[in-house]
């Protein structure tokens, strides 16, 4: 599948399943599939044209191309990110990550989701309204973090070339954040 073939949300979803894996551009522009090692070291934010040209995104590109997409659809979306909480000061570069983007969008009265990068949850889902779909998305990757809490916030750009700690200050100076 094309870009140009793209007409609907499932057809989003089916050409990163067939374009774009989980992966990340370094500081040295090398590619890093299905590992995350030194991440906090070497990670930097790509543009879109990158991540259509390498076929690879962290969450991050991945939810920023998904919202392109869906605005050449004119489909109304958000994009959202839920994390522990880092403070600008947070300097361990060895610790793991615990963020996650995703991005929601409404369609004929109806809020959804669209998953790609969480491979255990690749789909399309559907949610009564924005509070629903981020209090259950929010509950999942709660769980997953062993009952840590996590601010939800929501993000409107994805600059390319910022570091994690970078992206994550950008996340933390957003005025609009959800519990």
């Not at 990163?16 to 590992?35: A, C, R």
């Not at 994009?79 to 969008?105: G, K, P, V, W």
């Not at 009564?128 to 997953?144: H, L, P, Q, T, V």
Request: glycine letters at 4%.
């Amino acid at each position: 599948m094309k870009i140009n073939d793209i007409k609907s949300p499932q057809d989003i979803l089916d050409f990163m399943k067939e374009n774009i894996k989980y992966g990340w551009l370094d500081i040295n522009n090398e590619e890093h599939i299905g590992n995350m090692k030194n991440f906090r070291k070497l990670y930097r934010t790509s543009s879109i044209n990158e991540t259509l040209s390498h076929g690879i995104g962290t969450c991050i590109e991945q939810v920023y191309l998904m919202s392109t997409l869906l605005n050449q659809l004119n489909i109304h979306n958000k994009m959202y990110c839920t994390r522990i909480y880092e403070s600008e000061q947070f300097n361990d570069l060895d610790a793991d990550e615990h963020m996650h983007c995703f991005l929601l969008y409404e369609l004929n009265g109806k809020v959804y989701q669209i998953e790609h990068p969480n491979w255990e949850r690749i789909g399309i889902y559907e949610f009564e309204s924005y509070e629903s779909a981020i209090y259950e998305i929010n509950k999942y990757y709660i769980n997953m973090s062993g009952g840590y809490a996590r601010p939800v916030t929501e993000f409107y750009k994805v600059e390319p070339n910022l570091s994690f700690k970078e992206f994550n200050n950008y996340i933390n100076s957003l005025d609009v954040k959800h519990k």
